[in-house]
């Protein structure tokens, strides 16, 4: 039997057996954000302790950042100026490189790590961030990890962990127009449920998966989290390489030729071993949109809302309380679900693929007099970027803002907040009660494209008409 | 038994059921909380949202009632904690004055920042977590003793097994939670993998 690369990649970064099921772990690229990090920095000065590789660390600021007026400081919210100058302060004093305010390159740090191509092949990743999924896009071995694992990679350059299970979903068919990455990922969450990936890696493989572009297979696994699993990871391929060719940070002349190489020979053998298979054909799949308060309640949105009735038993508890938060009937149809705010933004789908393929919705049209529209680039690379493409200009002329970099939206630790019992269509990664910023707000999770529908129609409405 | 003083072998004391499946990190510490550089406070914040309206007025919700007041023991549904990694929520609900948890199931990030912190996080099924949470209800005061070499849950009414990863019960065990020590230790090795590995200068 051969390997996964899963297995590979765990075995080549192996330093020590710590007991009987926990192994060190060597951690090849730290990312570190401002929100999960000060009190790990503030453990390594009371130990005296410096970071040990600093140069394979990468730290930025995304969640507490404004996307307006940015870059006036002092930041009227007292807290969140006095995170960004803790991370300016432990940054420096460590000696860490630091993509600020300042820097050209700052952005949500799942999607700098690999634009710059830090992000590769066959290697660790961390980060005090639970979707660092998404980094496994390009066959790296990425977890989020708690903030006393943080203080861990940054003294020891390693982590104690458990080795996971590996469980291929492996996506065959072909992808019909209107449907996206995001579509597909949710789909996996709503058959597999919240719960399917506990102690499991996911390996997303078949030709649905390897058709998908570098971008979608990072919406994919950066998802993997919600669907319970630890990590998720696609074997690196052609499309892989293409995209890393060139990147700031990706190896260079004839180094690059050896990576490829290497990267190759990480992938999983044609014969390897999984812990467990599930097969999912995307030919006939409609967009999807959630309708509740967790990331597996998601349907078509040319379906009905689940009947109490038809729900497995141990549904029926958590989709009482979805109804009862989100205020609508079961059976009733989710199209046509008027909503008050639209956000295309967030690690998932930040990136300049899911403004083309929402602005292409957008172009020509209106948004909804009574939408508030948000489109927040996931870094200033990818802001620059759709301007150079003129992007911008069809968002702001159909009455979406267009803002600044950074979380945005997706969680509210910064001012874009819902208000009050406000119904978002959003396209980043958490339905759940009060994540947008307000403890009744509701949010509606979809892709880009069907956002920018939603936008355009003031309601949830089928992206395949629009298109 | 180890005699390391960072060594937890047992948690004593009365418990507090919060029923319900799901509880995700964002409804154990909204993430507005989270806009801070210490641990501190974090334990006046748990379950925010859920215990106070906007008006900051007390709602109803085990946490704020007066009979559950100091209890060490939490007692969870199924897939608590599941969502962000943030330390942030195990980090509350240890700071309100939660010493263990008995749950159903546990998302996996949490499960692993509660170790990191020495909290015991055990499972049990289904219907033990039901008649352990009406216990509770019925009878607040009572003692429990959660054994975890033994791995059960034990008091004057009733005893029960429960599980816990291997990992997280030998690192709680051995006082060796706190990884770090642990991990400063293989220097030579680490830096062979470093040295073997390629990095980003
Ligand atoms: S965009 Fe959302 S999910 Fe992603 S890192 Fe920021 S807050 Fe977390």
């Given at each position: 039997?051969?390997?996964?690369?899963?297995?590979?990649?765990?075995?080549?970064?192996?330093?020590?057996?710590?007991?009987?099921?926990?192994?060190?772990?060597?951690?090849?690229?730290?990312?570190?954000?401002?929100?999960?990090?000060?009190?790990?920095?503030?453990?390594?000065?009371?130990?005296?302790?410096?970071?040990?590789?600093?140069?394979?660390?990468?730290?930025?600021?995304?969640?507490?950042?404004?996307?307006?007026?940015?870059?006036?400081?002092?930041?009227?919210?007292?807290?969140?100026?006095?995170?960004?100058?803790?991370?300016?302060?432990?940054?420096?004093?460590?000696?860490?490189?630091?993509?600020?305010?300042?820097?050209?390159?700052?952005?949500?740090?799942?999607?700098?790590?690999?634009?710059?191509?830090?992000?590769?092949?066959?290697?660790?990743?961390?980060?005090?961030?639970?979707?660092?999924?998404?980094?496994?896009?390009?066959?790296?071995?990425?977890?989020?990890?708690?903030?006393?694992?943080?203080?861990?990679?940054?003294?020891?350059?390693?982590?104690?962990?458990?080795?996971?299970?590996?469980?291929?979903?492996?996506?065959?068919?072909?992808?019909?127009?209107?449907?996206?990455?995001?579509?597909?990922?949710?789909?996996?969450?709503?058959?597999?449920?919240?719960?399917?990936?506990?102690?499991?890696?996911?390996?997303?493989?078949?030709?649905?998966?390897?058709?998908?572009?570098?971008?979608?297979?990072?919406?994919?696994?950066?998802?993997?989290?919600?669907?319970?699993?630890?990590?998720?990871?696609?074997?690196?391929?052609?499309?892989?390489?293409?995209?890393?060719?060139?990147?700031?940070?990706?190896?260079?002349?004839?180094?690059?030729?050896?990576?490829?190489?290497?990267?190759?020979?990480?992938?999983?053998?044609?014969?390897?071993?999984?812990?467990?298979?599930?097969?999912?054909?995307?030919?006939?799949?409609?967009?999807?949109?959630?309708?509740?308060?967790?990331?597996?309640?998601?349907?078509?949105?040319?379906?009905?809302?689940?009947?109490?009735?038809?729900?497995?038993?141990?549904?029926?508890?958590?989709?009482?309380?979805?109804?009862?938060?989100?205020?609508?009937?079961?059976?009733?149809?989710?199209?046509?679900?008027?909503?008050?705010?639209?956000?295309?933004?967030?690690?998932?789908?930040?990136?300049?693929?899911?403004?083309?393929?929402?602005?292409?919705?957008?172009?020509?049209?209106?948004?909804?007099?009574?939408?508030?529209?948000?489109?927040v680039p996931g870094s200033r690379k990818v802001k620059l970027q759709a301007e150079e493409e003129g992007l911008d200009r069809i968002f702001t002329e159909a009455g979406f803002e267009w803002r600044e970099a950074g979380c945005s939206m997706c969680l509210a630790m910064n001012p874009d907040k819902l208000v009050g019992r406000q119904l978002s269509a959003s396209s980043s990664n958490r339905n759940f009660i009060g994540r947008q910023g307000s403890s009744t707000g509701r949010t509606m999770l979809m892709s880009p494209a069907m956002v920018a529908a939603a936008a355009v129609e003031g309601a949830v409405a089928d992206v395949r008409n629009l298109i | 038994m180890s005699n390391n003083p960072a060594a937890i072998t047992a948690v004593q004391g009365t418990a507090i059921p919060l029923p319900g499946n799901d509880v995700d990190t964002d409804r154990i510490i909204p993430a507005r909380y989270l806009r801070s550089v210490t641990f501190e406070g974090l334990g006046a914040e748990v379950f925010k949202d859920e215990r106070f309206n906007d008006e900051g007025s007390p709602k109803s919700h085990p946490f704020n009632e007066e009979k559950y007041a100091g209890a060490a023991i939490l007692i969870v549904g199924r897939n608590f904690g599941c969502g962000s990694s943030r330390e942030h929520a195990p980090q509350a609900i240890m700071r309100f004055g939660i010493k263990a948890i008995i749950g159903e199931s546990f998302g996996e990030i949490f499960a692993g920042n509660c170790t990191s912190i020495g909290i015991p996080a055990c499972t049990a099924d289904e219907q033990t977590i039901d008649e352990l949470q009406k216990l509770v209800q019925n009878n607040p005061q009572l003692n429990f003793d959660l054994d975890l070499e033994a791995q059960t849950l034990s008091s004057e009414e009733k005893s029960v097994a429960v599980d816990i990863s291997p990992a997280a019960k030998t690192a709680l065990l051995a006082g060796t939670w706190n990884t770090l020590d642990e991990l400063l230790q293989n220097e030579a090795v680490i830096e062979e993998v470093h040295q073997r590995l390629p990095s980003f200068v």
């Open positions: 039997m051969g390997k996964n690369l899963f297995n590979k990649v765990w075995d080549l970064h192996k330093v020590a057996s710590l007991s009987e099921t926990r192994d060190q772990l060597f951690i090849g690229l730290h990312l570190v954000h401002e929100v999960t990090s000060p009190q790990a920095f503030q453990a390594l000065r009371e130990r005296g302790l410096p970071v040990k590789y600093p140069q394979r660390t990468v730290s930025t600021v995304d969640h507490i950042v404004p996307t307006q007026n940015q870059l006036i400081r002092p930041y009227r919210d007292d807290l969140a100026e006095q995170m960004l100058q803790a991370i300016e302060q432990n940054t420096s004093d460590f000696g860490l490189r630091f993509y600020g305010l300042d820097s050209d390159s700052q952005g949500i740090v799942h999607i700098i790590g690999p634009e710059n191509g830090f992000t590769q092949p066959g290697i660790t990743i961390a980060c005090g961030d639970s979707h660092t999924s998404t980094h496994g896009a390009f066959g790296a071995l990425a977890f989020g990890i708690g903030t006393s694992q943080v203080r861990d990679v940054l003294a020891t350059q390693t982590l104690a962990f458990e080795r996971l299970q590996v469980k291929k979903i492996d996506v065959a068919g072909s992808c019909p127009d209107g449907i996206f990455a995001k579509d597909i990922i949710l789909r996996i969450i709503a058959d597999l449920g919240v719960m399917g990936g506990l102690g499991y890696a996911y390996e997303f493989a078949g030709p649905v998966i390897h058709g998908l572009s570098m971008e979608e297979r990072m919406t994919v696994c950066n998802m993997s989290i919600e669907g319970g699993a630890r990590a998720g990871y696609v074997n690196p391929d052609q499309t892989t390489f293409d995209y890393l060719e060139g990147r700031p940070f990706s190896p260079k002349g004839e180094k690059f030729t050896e990576a490829v190489a290497h990267w190759q020979a990480m992938a999983s053998d044609p014969d390897a071993d999984y812990d467990d298979v599930y097969q999912l054909d995307a030919t006939s799949m409609s967009p999807m949109v959630t309708w509740g308060i967790t990331p597996g309640q998601g349907i078509g949105v040319d379906q009905n809302m689940p009947r109490l009735s038809e729900v497995d038993e141990t549904e029926v508890e958590i989709t009482q309380k979805a109804y009862e938060h989100m205020g609508f009937d079961e059976g009733q149809k989710i199209e046509g679900q008027k909503i008050d705010v639209a956000f295309i933004g967030s690690c998932t789908n930040g990136r300049i693929s899911d403004f083309r393929a929402a602005a292409e919705v957008v172009k020509g049209r209106k948004v909804a007099s009574h939408v508030k529209a948000l489109a | -």
